[in-house]
């Protein structure tokens, strides 16, 4: 939200190739802060969306959200 702020965009496909080299550049320093190495295949940078979508399925932020919009009977369904 900070460099769409900066440049005055709303969706990130509004940021042109150089803004969109910088968001990369500070998505690698959160990686660098925390001692991990941001994943530079492709493949692997799926797999931890993947991974990262299903692995928020019970969290308590979104048991409340179902539970505020009476969502019932579903399981696993974030995609």
């Given amino acids: 939200n900070l460099l769409k702020k900066k440049y005055g965009v709303k969706n990130d496909v509004e940021f042109n190739a150089d ?3 910088e968001l990369v550049a500070l998505y690698k ?3 660098k802060e ?3 190495i941001f994943p530079e ?3 692997d940078q799926l797999r931890a ?3 990262a979508v299903f692995g928020s399925w019970n969290s308590e932020r979104a048991k409340k959200y179902r539970e505020i919009k009476n969502i019932t ?3 696993r369904n974030g995609l």
Avoid: A, E, F, S
Wanted: aromatic fraction near 12%.
């Fill in 19 to 21: 803004q969109l080299k």
């Fill in 29 to 31: 320093t959160v990686y």
């Fill in 34 to 36: 925390r001692n991990q």
């Fill in 41 to 43: 295949d492709p493949k």
């Fill in 49 to 51: 969306c993947i991974k």
């Fill in 73 to 75: 009977g579903l399981y």
